[in-house]
Structures are given as structure tokens and as C-alpha cells.
């Protein structure tokens, strides 16, 4: 865009600005601001060089309100902090007392507003008054320059001298607004006239004639509460000796006070606008306390409050995290028991097909009473007999499906009913059962190794082989467990790897954080996060879950050498 603006007209540029205005909330984007900023103000910058103050007032005025509204209120690139003024505008004037003479007398030959009777001659007090009068108008400007010149003793008598003369005009020579109409009715304006603000035009001719336009007349009182209310301030960069005696004061004040009445009594709304340019120049000394204060940002900032000490509790987990099954996490089911159950081991459909999740009895287990029903020498009545119970009869056909192939072998004999089915099977069940013993009736008794017969409910001693199963059970709950011994080398083994471990046991970077900072060494750190991870977790399944954990992350090493193979 800046090659764009400098090969194009300012005509052209100022058309096309408008598509930078109007995307400046674009520019103020992290995006663009960070990268950019150096460069729009540097097109900005150039633009304004490149065109005339009092001949693109418009122009100039959109682009300054541009760079106000892209850079932040802080941005003290753009801020006159030194409070330096602009000593290169200059109001140039004739200050030759001949020419200026010559030129009043030329004016009033060629003025038509004038009468001048036959005879009658411009004595010279006259024409010396008023180039009096132009001489010091126009040497207030000097001062409103640089109002640091008033702080000089003979600089403040000769500006106490002028600026008493030329507000004395103002106030004898009163507008009203017949006559400020009747020159806005002279003087019409065209419906596509342009207006701008240029520089005082300063020769003597049209001294009269500026003396009684309101809008002129404006400009010069406000110039005169400008530097009043410079005068009065407290600015950071003003030297010490900068301050005004008592005396001083009292006429700025007195005089501050003509200049509003002034205002008021100009024409057209005077009361409105003194009015408005007192409230503009009130909010200046929030701009001015501001600028004194190194101008602090107008962001709050939230106030820093006392961290205390977290103390370390149990994670509250969000609502789902408990049910995700991932990887070696434990998984919170609600219940300690289910929890335990879920988490004996990552492959829950492994267990499920082991040999301790067979629940399907023997053929011979179950069908152990049936057979002794079905012995003649037993005398049970055949509405008591369990093949002719419903639930006996449909649980018996699901068994012979899953363990006997005499349910799909083919039999020419025709079953008129599910109990005669039955009953034939069981007899070929109980022959299969004891197929050394061909001989033996099916009502025998299992005897005792003395002959005696065993009664009915009464067990055998305790089997050596069930026994053993016990106690491999109960080694192998001992085993899921984690020592203490395990619990140390596990830390040891860790090292700054327990943070991966804390993330992937769905603990928080928070509670990370904190462990951080209550412990200074790495194995207490580890130490309380495995801690506050058992108090939460079953005992049986701790083992294998931090083994699964640990083999997520890749340290199967370490779960190899501390809870072995």
C-alpha cells in the first residue's frame, strides 16, 4: 500500500485511504498490529509530508484520526510528553509603520462602506492608532506560539500590555447577529464550495474587517484561553522558575474570565459555544495529570491475591472422563467393586474367556441326581423326577448343546415327550461316566476307602490339589497389590519421567504444578502422586494397571524390574 500511495495523486490517495480507514479494526488485529503497526505509521507519516496543512486540511485531519484510532491510548510514540510546541508556525506581518500607513489609506479610498466628506483629510493620530492596533494584533500570535516567553519579565509587560488593548477593542465594538446575517446573506457559497482552515491572512487592509467577523474573532479569544490554561497548569516538563507571582495570576484569572463573557456576547449561540470550549478545556487536566503521571495504562489489571498452599486431595474428574477406556488408565466405574473388576486387567475380553470365568457345569455334575432318579431301586415317583420339571428340562437341553454330542446325533426313536428324551440320555451320560466300570448299577454309592458308605451331605476332607489352587489364589491377589518396597523402586526407576506417568493416570497439570512446588526433590514428588493414586484405585488391580500404564509410555523396562515378567 505505501508504494500505492507514493505513486499515486494525493486526489487519488485520498480516495483510495478510504479503504484503510474502514478496515482499521483489521489493522488492530494480533495479526496484522504486532508486524504491521511500524509500517502503516511510516505510510501515514509519508502522506502527511507530502501534503499542505492549510490546503488538504480534511485529508490531513482523516489520517491523524486514523493513527488515533490503530494505536492505543499508552502508545507514547504519539504523545507530546516534552510539552514542546510548534515554533515553526510562524505569523508573518508588515511590521514596516510606511507601508502599513500607505496601505490603511489605500483601503479606505477603496472602500465604499466609508463616506468621506469633501475636504476631509485622515489626520495622522488615526493612521498612527491603527497601526498601532495592527502592530500588536499581530504580535500576540508570537506568544501564542510560544507561551513560554511570558514567564519573562519584560516578555509578560509587553503581552500584558498588547492583550489588554485588543480584547478593549473586542469589547467595544460588539456583534450582533443582524449584522452577522446580513454578511452570511452578502457572501453565498455554492452548494460543491470546499472549505478549509488555512492560515490568518495578515494584511493591514482587512484588519477592520476581521475585527467584526464572529469566527475571527473566536479564534483569537480561544487562543488567549489556550495559553491561559497553559499558564495555570502544572506540567511535569516545566522548568522551576516557570510559575506566575501573584499579580500574574490575578489578571489570568480576571482576564480568563472577560475572554468567556466575550465569547458569550459573540454571535451566533455565544453561550453555547463558551460553554463548550470550557468543558474541552476542563477534561485537559485529566490529559494533563495523566501525562504527568507517565501516562499509566487504562487497563485494570485483576488484583494479585495470596496463593495458599493446595492442599493435596483427590482429583475431581469431569463428567465422561471416568468412563473413557484408553491404554492403561485406570477407569472409574462408580463402585469400588466394579472398579476393581474392570481393572484386573487392560484386555477385559481376555479375562472374560478365562478359565476362571467358565461357569457351564459338568454333564456329570449336573445330571447327578437325574441318574439316581432314574435307578428303579430309588422308588421316586415319576411326577417327582426332575426330567419332568419344566426348568430342569429346558436347562438340561442347553447343556447337552454346549457339552454333549448326543443332542445332534440321530436317533430312528421317535420321543413323544422331552422327559423320555431326557431320560435316555442321562442313561447313556451315566455309562459314559464310568466307562472302566461296566458293571456297575447305576444306584451304587461312591464308598469310602473302608467299605463304608459315604452319607448323603457328607464331604470328604480337604483334597491336597484344592489346597494348592487356595493358596496360588491368594499369592496371586498378594501379587496385584504394590509394596512398598516396589513403591520406592518405582520412584527411584522414575525419575522426571513420574510427570508422564501423573499425566497418563488422568491426573490434572495443576496438581502436577503443585506437587512441583511443595516438594524439592523428584522421588517425594513421585512418592505423593503414586500415593494419592493407590488411595483411589483397588489394591488387586494396582499392579497391573500401573504395569500397563507404564508400558503405554514406554518404560516397559521399568515395570519389567520392578513388578518382573
Given at each position: 500500500m505505501s508504494d500505492i500511495f507514493d505513486a499515486l495523486t494525493l486526489e487519488k490517495c485520498d480516495d483510495i485511504f478510504t479503504f484503510v480507514e474502514e478496515r482499521v479494526f483489521v489493522w488492530k488485529s494480533d495479526i496484522f498490529y504486532n508486524s504491521g503497526k511500524n509500517f502503516l505509521l511510516r505510510m501515514c507519516n509519508d502522506l502527511l509530508r507530502r501534503m499542505s496543512r492549510s490546503q488538504n486540511t480534511i485529508f490531513c485531519g482523516r489520517i491523524q484520526l486514523f493513527l488515533a484510532v490503530l494505536f492505543p491510548l499508552t502508545e507514547k510514540s504519539g504523545l507530546n510528553l516534552t510539552s514542546e510546541f510548534n515554533l515553526e508556525n510562524i505569523t508573518t506581518?508588515?511590521?514596516?509603520?510606511?507601508?502599513?500607513?500607505?496601505?490603511?489609506?489605500?483601503?479606505?479610498?477603496?472602500?465604499?462602506?466609508?463616506?468621506?466628506?469633501?475636504g476631509e483629510e485622515i489626520d495622522d493620530n488615526t493612521l498612527m492608532s491603527n497601526y498601532n492596533m495592527y502592530r500588536k494584533f499581530w504580535s500576540l500570535q508570537d506568544y501564542?506560539?510560544?507561551?513560554?516567553?511570558?514567564?519573562?519579565?519584560?516578555?509578560?509587560?509587553?503581552f500584558y500590555s498588547y492583550a489588554?488593548?485588543?480584547?478593549?477593542?473586542?469589547?467595544?465594538?460588539?456583534?450582533?447577529?443582524?449584522?452577522?446575517?446580513?454578511?452570511?446573506?452578502?457572501?453565498p457559497k455554492t452548494a460543491d464550495s470546499h472549505t478549509y482552515f488555512a492560515k490568518y491572512l495578515t494584511s493591514e487592509k482587512l484588519l477592520d474587517l476581521q475585527m467584526n467577523d464572529s469566527n475571527f474573532r473566536r479564534h483569537i479569544l480561544v487562543q488567549f484561553l489556550i495559553l491561559f490554561k497553559y499558564l495555570k497548569s502544572t506540567v511535569k516538563q516545566k522548568q522551576p522558575h516557570m510559575t506566575l507571582t501573584d499579580d500574574q495570576s490575578k489578571w489570568v484569572k480576571?482576564?480568563?474570565?472577560?475572554?468567556?463573557?466575550?465569547?458569550?456576547?459573540?454571535?451566533?449561540?455565544?453561550?453555547?459555544?463558551?460553554?463548550?470550549?470550557?468543558?474541552?478545556?476542563?477534561?485537559e487536566d485529566n490529559w494533563n495529570n495523566w501525562k504527568n503521571d507517565n501516562c499509566p495504562s487504562y487497563i485494570r489489571e485483576p488484583e494479585e491475591k495470596e496463593e495458599k498452599p493446595k492442599a493435596i486431595r483427590s482429583r475431581k474428574r469431569s463428567i465422561g472422563e471416568d468412563i473413557k477406556a484408553s491404554g492403561g488408565k485406570i477407569i472409574k466405574m462408580g463402585n469400588s467393586e466394579l472398579t476393581r473388576l474392570w481393572n484386573i486387567d487392560p484386555d477385559n475380553m481376555e479375562v472374560c474367556t478365562g478359565d476362571k470365568r467358565v461357569f457351564l457345569p459338568t454333564l456329570e455334575t449336573f445330571f447327578e441326581d437325574a441318574?439316581?432318579?432314574?435307578?428303579?431301586?430309588?422308588?421316586?415317583?415319576?411326577?417327582?423326577?426332575?426330567v419332568n420339571q419344566g426348568n430342569f428340562s429346558w436347562r438340561a437341553l442347553r447343556l447337552l448343546a454346549r457339552r454333549s454330542s448326543y443332542f445332534f446325533s440321530q436317533n430312528n426313536t421317535p420321543f413323544k415327550k422331552t422327559s423320555e428324551y431326557l431320560e435316555t440320555t442321562i442313561l447313556k451320560i451315566a455309562k459314559d461316566s464310568k466307562p472302566d466300570q461296566p458293571n456297575v448299577s447305576i444306584s451304587e454309592e461312591p464308598k469310602l476307602d473302608n467299605g463304608q458308605e459315604m452319607e448323603e451331605g457328607e464331604l470328604?476332607?480337604?483334597?491336597?490339589?484344592?489346597?494348592?489352587?487356595?493358596?496360588?489364589?491368594?499369592?496371586?491377589?498378594?501379587?496385584?497389590?504394590?509394596?512398598?518396597?516396589?513403591?520406592?523402586?518405582?520412584t527411584d526407576k522414575?525419575?522426571?519421567?513420574?510427570?508422564?506417568?501423573?499425566?497418563?493416570?488422568?491426573?490434572?497439570?495443576?496438581?502436577?504444578f503443585s506437587w512441583e512446588n511443595d516438594y524439592s526433590n523428584v522421588n517425594d514428588q513421585a512418592m505423593t502422586m503414586i500415593k494419592l493414586w493407590m488411595d483411589g484405585e483397588p489394591e488387586k488391580g494396582a499392579q497391573n494397571a500401573m504395569k500397563?500404564?507404564?508400558?503405554?509410555?514406554?518404560?516397559l523396562s521399568v515395570a519389567n524390574e520392578v513388578f518382573g515378567h
Open positions: 506581518f508588515n511590521k514596516n509603520a510606511e507601508d502599513v500607513k500607505a496601505g490603511l489609506i489605500k483601503s479606505r479610498d477603496d472602500s465604499t462602506s466609508m463616506e468621506i466628506e469633501d501564542f506560539r510560544k507561551p513560554i516567553q511570558c514567564y519573562d519579565k519584560v516578555a509578560w509587560r509587553q489588554d488593548e485588543v480584547l478593549k477593542a473586542f469589547a467595544s465594538s460588539k456583534l450582533d447577529d443582524m449584522k452577522s446575517s446580513r454578511r452570511k446573506l452578502e457572501r480576571d482576564t480568563t474570565d472577560l475572554v468567556y463573557r466575550l465569547l458569550t456576547e459573540t454571535p451566533p449561540d455565544g453561550q453555547q459555544f463558551a460553554a463548550t470550549i470550557q468543558h474541552t478545556l476542563n477534561r441318574i439316581l432318579e432314574a435307578d428303579p431301586q430309588q422308588q421316586v415317583d415319576e411326577q417327582d423326577k426332575q470328604k476332607d480337604d483334597d491336597p490339589a484344592d489346597l494348592t489352587n487356595a493358596e496360588d489364589e491368594e499369592k496371586k491377589d498378594k501379587m496385584q497389590t504394590i509394596t512398598k518396597e516396589q513403591l520406592h523402586m518405582l522414575l525419575g522426571s519421567d513420574w510427570k508422564k506417568l501423573a499425566t497418563e493416570l488422568n491426573f490434572s497439570q495443576d496438581e502436577i500397563s500404564a507404564l508400558k503405554e509410555l514406554g518404560l
